[in-house]
């Protein structure tokens, strides 16, 4: 849960370009192309992975939006499939007290060959780890750590 209203949370996804100063191994962020509301269409990252850096651009889909804000691979060097998507629920309880239920779903297919506990431990600690630093980025954006 994220004591933040869905527009927070919703603000802290598309803002792609931050992404390196709570996102650990990620390297950088840049926004490649926006639609007519300034929201990231398509981006590039480089991150640390594997033992090595590596790049990839991602494709966002707004269609839902703010309620899920969802993406997809277009390219990368490490990786032939990364598909996500945030989601967000309204169950605020009190007046004045936003709260947000955080969902985070990730699939990605390395173009390396790696045992199944190896990257099913992989994918467990990038998803734990992007909800607890995602509540806290949006918690402290809100003035709510």
Same mark, same amino acid.
């Given at each position: ?6 527009? %927070? ?23 490649l ?22 790049s ?6 707004? %269609? ?10 277009? %390219? ?53 780890s ?11 954006? %809100?003035?709510?750590?």
């Amino acid at each position: 849960m994220v004591n933040a209203g869905i527009d %927070s949370c919703f603000g802290v996804g598309v803002d792609v370009a931050a992404y390196p100063e709570w996102i650990v191994d990620l390297r950088s962020a840049e926004v490649l192309t926006t639609d007519e509301q300034g929201r990231p269409l398509t981006a590039r990252f480089e991150a640390a992975g594997l033992g090595r850096m590596t790049s990839y651009v991602l494709a966002y889909d707004h %269609s839902s939006a703010p309620e899920v804000l969802a993406w997809n691979l277009v %390219s990368g060097d490490l990786t032939r499939e990364i598909e996500g998507r945030y989601r967000f629920e309204d169950v605020t309880e009190q007046p004045g007290q936003p709260l947000t239920a955080v969902s985070y779903e990730l699939t990605i297919d390395l173009a390396v060959p790696l045992p199944g506990f190896v990257k099913r431990r992989a994918e467990d600690k990038i998803v734990r780890s992007a909800l607890d630093r995602f509540k806290l980025r949006v918690e402290e954006l %809100s003035g709510r750590t």
